[in-house]
């Protein structure tokens, strides 16, 4: 019996129509395409996951967002891979190439970048993590080759839109596991930490003027989050 494979693609918010259209063409070769409306489902990356696997039917699983692509050489490694699987494998963590700025960027820990995105539906269970979502599921974990193409982050006003978001979140998670009460120090040494991980350890400056930029960025994201914390714990001091 033929192994069947079902595509699964968040949809939400002012999508680019034309990554969009190239995210949709990059997955003809798939069983089914399950396309998830995200403004449609209140929660976070993995309910609407979560939402898709509810409808899949296929022996297979590939998660892929709208601003991501599928090449052929991993449609290729993603069948022959399948087909050969004995039960054992769970899930496939694919790496990801991030372009960003319209550059593709090797540094600032952007590449390999591997993303859990493709399972054997029979191994499968859940995603939970209202911020950083993992999945869930039985057997062994294998890494494929070929990457993704991702156009992440159009421009800096986007970006910003993102981490004004994303930050509130993190922020209420830091609340919720009793992080220590934010001062000049710990300000101080979370930019330090971030700064040291993007430029140190993993070298963004070798992207270029656009890597230095997207690090300063991280920084700065970094620093909003223990910002907000700071406000709700204040918050909190003042009721």
């Given at each position: 019996m033929e192994t069947?494979?079902?595509a699964i693609v968040l949809v939400g918010g002012k999508f680019d129509k034309g990554l969009y259209r190239k995210c949709i063409n990059s997955l003809s070769w798939t069983n089914e395409i399950i396309k998830v409306k995200t403004d449609d489902i209140k929660g976070s990356f993995a309910d609407w996951r979560n939402e898709g696997f509810k409808e899949a039917s296929g022996d297979w699983i590939l998660y892929i967002d709208t601003d991501?692509?599928?090449s052929v050489a991993l449609m290729e490694e993603i069948?022959?891979?399948i087909k050969k699987n004995s039960g054992k494998v769970g899930c496939f963590a694919i790496p990801r190439k991030n372009i960003i700025f319209g550059k593709e960027f090797?540094?600032?820990g952007q590449f390999p970048d591997y993303q859990k995105r493709l399972f054997n539906r029979s191994n499968f269970s859940k995603w939970t993590g209202r911020l950083h979502e993992e999945p869930s599921y039985k057997g062994f974990l294998e890494h494929l080759k070929n990457p993704i193409t991702h156009h992440k982050n159009s421009s800096i006003s986007e970006m910003i839109k993102k981490t004004?978001?994303?930050s509130e979140l993190e922020a209420e998670e830091m609340i919720k596991a009793n992080h220590p009460k934010m001062n000049i120090f710990r300000f101080f040494s979370a930019g330090l930490r971030e700064f040291w991980l993007r430029f140190v350890k993993q070298l963004s400056f070798l992207d270029g003027v656009e890597g230095i930029i997207y690090a300063m960025y991280q920084v700065f994201s970094r620093l909003i989050s223990y910002s907000k914390l700071w406000e709700k714990q204040l918050s909190k001091t003042l009721i």
């Open positions: 069947s494979i079902n991501e692509e599928v069948m022959s891979v090797k540094h600032g004004n978001k994303w």
